[in-house]
Protein backbone atom coordinates (compact mmCIF):
# COMPACT_ATOMS: atom_id res chain seq x y z
CA UNK A 1 0.00 0.00 0.00
CA UNK A 2 1.22 3.29 -0.99
CA UNK A 3 2.61 4.78 2.69
CA UNK A 4 0.68 8.48 1.67
CA UNK A 5 -2.62 6.26 1.34
CA UNK A 6 -1.63 4.28 4.70
CA UNK A 7 -1.51 7.58 6.16
CA UNK A 8 -4.08 9.04 5.24
CA UNK A 9 -6.16 5.54 6.41
CA UNK A 10 -4.85 6.21 9.66
CA UNK A 11 -5.40 9.58 10.10
CA UNK A 12 -9.19 9.57 9.33
CA UNK A 13 -10.03 6.12 10.94
CA UNK A 14 -12.54 6.48 13.37
CA UNK A 15 -10.79 3.43 15.40
CA UNK A 16 -8.22 4.54 18.01
CA UNK A 17 -4.61 3.44 16.84
CA UNK A 18 -2.28 3.87 19.12
CA UNK A 19 1.54 2.91 18.86
CA UNK A 20 4.14 2.31 21.41
CA UNK A 21 7.81 1.27 21.72
CA UNK A 22 8.54 -1.56 23.22
CA UNK A 23 10.42 -0.49 26.53
CA UNK A 24 9.79 -3.48 29.37
CA UNK A 25 7.03 -2.50 31.63
CA UNK A 26 10.12 -2.58 34.55
CA UNK A 27 11.67 0.14 32.82
CA UNK A 28 8.05 2.54 32.80
CA UNK A 29 7.24 1.14 29.46
CA UNK A 30 5.86 0.85 27.10
CA UNK A 31 5.82 4.46 26.15
CA UNK A 32 3.33 6.11 23.63
CA UNK A 33 5.00 7.38 20.30
CA UNK A 34 1.92 8.15 18.33
CA UNK A 35 -1.52 8.59 18.86
CA UNK A 36 -3.95 9.16 15.73
CA UNK A 37 -6.76 12.12 15.90
CA UNK A 38 -9.22 9.67 17.10
CA UNK A 39 -7.87 8.56 19.93
CA UNK A 40 -7.49 12.41 20.58
CA UNK A 41 -11.36 13.00 20.07
CA UNK A 42 -12.41 9.92 22.15
CA UNK A 43 -10.11 10.20 25.35
CA UNK A 44 -10.02 14.29 25.53
CA UNK A 45 -6.39 14.23 25.39
CA UNK A 46 -3.83 16.15 22.93
CA UNK A 47 -1.04 13.72 21.22
CA UNK A 48 1.04 16.18 23.23
CA UNK A 49 -0.23 15.23 26.25
CA UNK A 50 0.76 11.57 26.32
CA UNK A 51 3.47 11.01 24.15
CA UNK A 52 6.29 9.44 26.03
CA UNK A 53 3.22 8.13 28.50
CA UNK A 54 2.53 4.51 29.26
CA UNK A 55 -0.98 3.06 27.99
CA UNK A 56 -1.38 2.70 31.79
CA UNK A 57 -2.06 6.30 32.59
CA UNK A 58 -5.61 5.53 30.35
CA UNK A 59 -6.53 2.77 33.85
CA UNK A 60 -8.34 3.72 37.07
CA UNK A 61 -10.33 2.07 39.50
CA UNK A 62 -12.50 0.19 37.73
CA UNK A 63 -10.18 -1.35 34.98
CA UNK A 64 -9.85 -4.82 35.55
CA UNK A 65 -6.66 -6.44 37.04
CA UNK A 66 -6.70 -9.59 35.35
CA UNK A 67 -6.97 -8.01 31.74
CA UNK A 68 -4.35 -5.52 32.50
CA UNK A 69 -2.71 -8.62 33.61
CA UNK A 70 -2.83 -10.73 30.31
CA UNK A 71 -2.15 -7.55 28.04
CA UNK A 72 1.09 -7.78 29.75
CA UNK A 73 1.93 -10.89 29.92
CA UNK A 74 1.09 -10.58 25.97
CA UNK A 75 3.50 -7.34 26.02
CA UNK A 76 5.93 -9.75 27.64
CA UNK A 77 5.92 -12.42 25.58
CA UNK A 78 6.01 -10.25 22.09
CA UNK A 79 2.27 -12.14 21.54
CA UNK A 80 -0.31 -10.46 20.17
CA UNK A 81 -3.74 -10.04 22.26
CA UNK A 82 -7.24 -8.81 21.77
CA UNK A 83 -9.20 -8.12 24.82
CA UNK A 84 -12.15 -5.74 25.85
CA UNK A 85 -10.89 -2.99 28.58
CA UNK A 86 -12.53 0.22 30.39
CA UNK A 87 -10.04 2.64 30.19
CA UNK A 88 -10.75 6.29 31.59
CA UNK A 89 -11.22 9.56 29.51
CA UNK A 90 -9.33 13.10 30.35
CA UNK A 91 -12.59 14.23 32.21
CA UNK A 92 -13.01 11.18 33.72
CA UNK A 93 -15.74 9.50 32.13
CA UNK A 94 -14.88 5.67 31.26
CA UNK A 95 -14.97 4.08 27.56
CA UNK A 96 -15.23 -0.02 26.94
CA UNK A 97 -12.98 -0.20 24.69
CA UNK A 98 -11.94 -3.90 22.04
CA UNK A 99 -8.25 -3.66 21.54
CA UNK A 100 -6.14 -5.79 19.64
CA UNK A 101 -2.58 -4.93 20.78
CA UNK A 102 0.28 -6.87 17.74
CA UNK A 103 4.09 -6.57 17.97
CA UNK A 104 5.94 -4.90 15.10
CA UNK A 105 9.85 -6.34 14.43
CA UNK A 106 12.10 -4.97 12.23
CA UNK A 107 14.25 -6.99 9.39
CA UNK A 108 15.93 -9.06 12.13
CA UNK A 109 13.07 -10.19 13.72
CA UNK A 110 13.29 -8.08 16.94
CA UNK A 111 10.37 -6.27 18.11
CA UNK A 112 10.23 -2.46 18.31
CA UNK A 113 7.31 -1.37 18.48
CA UNK A 114 3.15 -2.70 19.49
CA UNK A 115 0.48 -1.34 17.74
CA UNK A 116 -2.87 -1.49 19.44
CA UNK A 117 -6.42 -0.69 17.21
CA UNK A 118 -9.21 0.30 19.72
CA UNK A 119 -12.94 0.47 18.89
CA UNK A 120 -15.37 2.01 21.50
CA UNK A 121 -17.99 -0.53 22.47
CA UNK A 122 -19.77 1.57 24.86
CA UNK A 123 -22.57 2.33 23.37
CA UNK A 124 -22.56 -1.70 22.90
CA UNK A 125 -22.00 -2.29 26.82
CA UNK A 126 -24.85 -0.04 27.94
CA UNK A 127 -27.46 -1.88 25.77
CA UNK A 128 -25.92 -5.15 27.06
CA UNK A 129 -26.13 -4.35 30.70
CA UNK A 130 -30.10 -3.04 30.02
CA UNK A 131 -30.63 -6.36 28.04
CA UNK A 132 -29.24 -8.45 31.05
CA UNK A 133 -31.65 -6.22 33.51
CA UNK A 134 -34.43 -7.03 31.47
CA UNK A 135 -33.43 -10.42 32.08
CA UNK A 136 -33.04 -10.11 35.79
CA UNK A 137 -35.18 -7.48 37.05
CA UNK A 138 -39.31 -6.25 36.81
CA UNK A 139 -39.54 -3.21 34.55
CA UNK A 140 -41.71 -1.87 36.87
CA UNK A 141 -40.60 -2.41 40.58
CA UNK A 142 -37.06 -3.11 39.97
CA UNK A 143 -37.17 -5.87 42.09
CA UNK A 144 -36.05 -9.54 40.72
CA UNK A 145 -38.28 -10.87 38.47
CA UNK A 146 -40.22 -14.35 39.39
CA UNK A 147 -37.40 -16.20 37.29
CA UNK A 148 -34.68 -14.24 38.70
CA UNK A 149 -35.75 -14.73 42.32
CA UNK A 150 -36.04 -18.05 42.19
CA UNK A 151 -32.78 -18.74 41.16
CA UNK A 152 -31.39 -16.98 43.53
CA UNK A 153 -33.31 -18.66 46.21
CA UNK A 154 -32.58 -22.28 45.11
CA UNK A 155 -28.84 -21.38 45.91
CA UNK A 156 -29.58 -19.32 49.18
CA UNK A 157 -31.59 -22.74 50.44
CA UNK A 158 -28.66 -25.07 49.22
CA UNK A 159 -26.64 -23.10 51.51
CA UNK A 160 -29.12 -22.71 54.15
CA UNK A 161 -28.99 -26.57 54.20
CA UNK A 162 -25.22 -27.44 53.11
CA UNK A 163 -24.20 -24.74 56.07
CA UNK A 164 -26.95 -25.45 58.81
CA UNK A 165 -27.62 -21.23 58.40
CA UNK A 166 -31.28 -20.61 58.80
CA UNK A 167 -33.09 -18.86 56.14
CA UNK A 168 -36.71 -17.19 56.10
CA UNK A 169 -39.29 -15.97 53.69
CA UNK A 170 -42.11 -13.46 53.42
CA UNK A 171 -44.78 -13.44 51.29
CA UNK A 172 -47.02 -10.34 50.48
CA UNK A 173 -49.79 -9.05 49.11
CA UNK A 174 -51.30 -5.92 48.57
CA UNK A 175 -54.75 -5.68 49.98
CA UNK A 176 -57.51 -5.34 47.95
CA UNK A 177 -55.68 -4.47 44.51
CA UNK A 178 -57.95 -5.46 42.47
CA UNK A 179 -60.55 -2.31 43.54
CA UNK A 180 -57.26 -0.21 43.52
CA UNK A 181 -57.07 -1.14 39.27
CA UNK A 182 -60.67 -0.80 39.07
CA UNK A 183 -60.72 2.74 40.39
CA UNK A 184 -57.88 4.24 39.82
CA UNK A 185 -57.19 2.10 36.37
CA UNK A 186 -53.78 0.40 35.53
CA UNK A 187 -51.62 3.74 35.78
CA UNK A 188 -53.13 3.67 39.39
CA UNK A 189 -51.79 0.30 40.04
CA UNK A 190 -48.67 0.57 38.71
CA UNK A 191 -48.03 3.69 40.51
CA UNK A 192 -49.05 1.70 43.83
CA UNK A 193 -46.81 -1.32 42.87
CA UNK A 194 -43.84 1.04 42.20
CA UNK A 195 -44.59 3.19 45.22
CA UNK A 196 -45.06 -0.22 47.44
CA UNK A 197 -41.56 -1.98 46.58
CA UNK A 198 -39.76 1.32 47.55
CA UNK A 199 -41.15 1.40 50.61
CA UNK A 200 -40.24 -2.16 51.28
CA UNK A 201 -36.75 -1.59 50.21
CA UNK A 202 -36.78 1.06 52.49
CA UNK A 203 -37.12 -1.16 55.61
CA UNK A 204 -35.26 -4.85 54.43
CA UNK A 205 -31.87 -5.32 54.62
CA UNK A 206 -28.80 -4.81 52.05
CA UNK A 207 -28.71 -8.72 52.60
CA UNK A 208 -32.23 -9.25 51.54
CA UNK A 209 -33.63 -9.99 48.62
CA UNK A 210 -36.74 -8.82 47.17
CA UNK A 211 -38.65 -10.39 44.12
CA UNK A 212 -41.79 -9.70 42.30
CA UNK A 213 -43.77 -13.11 41.59
CA UNK A 214 -46.98 -12.44 41.05
CA UNK A 215 -48.99 -9.50 39.51
CA UNK A 216 -49.33 -7.98 43.08
CA UNK A 217 -47.38 -10.40 44.71
CA UNK A 218 -43.99 -10.26 46.26
CA UNK A 219 -41.50 -12.37 48.00
CA UNK A 220 -38.35 -11.67 50.81
CA UNK A 221 -35.89 -13.75 50.89
CA UNK A 222 -34.03 -13.30 54.73
CA UNK A 223 -30.38 -14.98 54.67
CA UNK A 224 -29.07 -15.85 58.24
CA UNK A 225 -32.07 -14.43 59.77
CA UNK A 226 -34.66 -17.27 62.03
CA UNK A 227 -37.97 -16.90 62.13
CA UNK A 228 -38.29 -14.52 65.40
CA UNK A 229 -36.29 -12.15 63.43
CA UNK A 230 -38.31 -12.45 60.63
CA UNK A 231 -41.66 -11.97 62.01
CA UNK A 232 -40.31 -8.27 63.43
CA UNK A 233 -39.06 -7.39 60.56
CA UNK A 234 -42.25 -8.65 58.64
CA UNK A 235 -44.27 -6.38 61.53
CA UNK A 236 -42.32 -3.63 60.29
CA UNK A 237 -42.63 -4.24 56.60
CA UNK A 238 -46.63 -3.89 57.49
CA UNK A 239 -46.36 -1.07 59.37
CA UNK A 240 -44.26 0.54 57.12
CA UNK A 241 -46.32 -0.23 54.22
CA UNK A 242 -49.66 1.26 56.28
CA UNK A 243 -47.85 4.41 56.59
CA UNK A 244 -46.21 4.93 53.27
CA UNK A 245 -48.18 7.83 50.78
CA UNK A 246 -49.30 5.97 48.19
CA UNK A 247 -50.59 8.15 44.91
CA UNK A 248 -53.05 6.22 42.15
CA UNK A 249 -53.44 8.87 39.50
CA UNK A 250 -53.71 11.98 41.17
CA UNK A 251 -55.27 10.54 44.56
CA UNK A 252 -53.49 9.95 47.43
CA UNK A 253 -55.16 6.90 48.82
CA UNK A 254 -54.19 4.07 51.87
CA UNK A 255 -52.48 1.01 51.58
CA UNK A 256 -52.20 -1.91 52.97
CA UNK A 257 -50.95 -5.64 53.02
CA UNK A 258 -50.46 -9.44 54.41
CA UNK A 259 -47.82 -11.06 55.37
CA UNK A 260 -46.92 -14.68 55.76
CA UNK A 261 -43.41 -15.53 57.12
CA UNK A 262 -41.79 -19.20 57.14
CA UNK A 263 -38.71 -20.70 58.21
CA UNK A 264 -36.51 -23.24 56.77
CA UNK A 265 -36.89 -26.64 58.34
CA UNK A 266 -35.70 -29.62 58.05
CA UNK A 267 -37.92 -31.20 56.07
CA UNK A 268 -38.26 -28.18 53.30
CA UNK A 269 -37.10 -30.69 50.61
CA UNK A 270 -36.72 -27.40 48.31
CA UNK A 271 -37.33 -23.88 48.12
CA UNK A 272 -40.90 -24.38 46.97
CA UNK A 273 -41.78 -26.39 49.97
CA UNK A 274 -40.22 -23.61 51.93
CA UNK A 275 -42.53 -20.92 49.97
CA UNK A 276 -45.53 -22.88 49.70
CA UNK A 277 -45.31 -22.53 53.73
CA UNK A 278 -45.03 -18.79 53.91
CA UNK A 279 -47.96 -18.53 50.79
CA UNK A 280 -50.38 -20.54 53.36
CA UNK A 281 -49.71 -17.95 56.21
CA UNK A 282 -50.12 -15.60 53.39
CA UNK A 283 -53.58 -16.44 52.76
CA UNK A 284 -54.37 -16.84 56.51
CA UNK A 285 -53.37 -13.40 56.89
CA UNK A 286 -56.10 -12.63 54.30
CA UNK A 287 -59.14 -14.43 55.84
CA UNK A 288 -58.04 -13.75 58.76
CA UNK A 289 -58.75 -9.66 58.15
CA UNK A 290 -55.95 -8.55 55.94
CA UNK A 291 -53.34 -6.08 57.13
CA UNK A 292 -51.81 -8.57 59.09
CA UNK A 293 -48.54 -10.98 59.51
CA UNK A 294 -48.94 -14.58 60.29
CA UNK A 295 -46.45 -17.62 60.86
CA UNK A 296 -46.49 -20.70 58.20
CA UNK A 297 -47.68 -23.83 60.61
Partial sequence: M???LFQSLILNTSDVVIMTDATPYDAGGPRIVYVNPAFERLMGYSADEVLGKSPRFLNGPDTDRHTRQRIRRALRDGKEIRTEILKYCKDGQTRWLD????PLRDAGGQITH?????RDLTRYKKIERQLANMALF???????????F???AEKEFARSKRYYRPLSVIMLDIDHFKRINDQYGHHGGDQVLQIFAEACQEV???TDVMGRVGGEEFAMLLPDTPMKSAFNL???LRARINKYPYLAGDMLIDVTASLGVAECQPDDADFKALLQRADDA????????????KIAA
Avoid at 114 to 118: G, L
Wanted: glycine share 4%; aromatic share 6%; net charge positive.
Fill in 234 to 236: AER
Fill in 138 to 148: DSLTGTLNRQA
Fill in 204 to 206: IRS
Fill in 150 to 152: YQH
Fill in 114 to 118: FASIE
Fill in 282 to 293: LYRAKHAGRNQV
Fill in 99 to 102: INIV
Fill in 2 to 4: DSQ
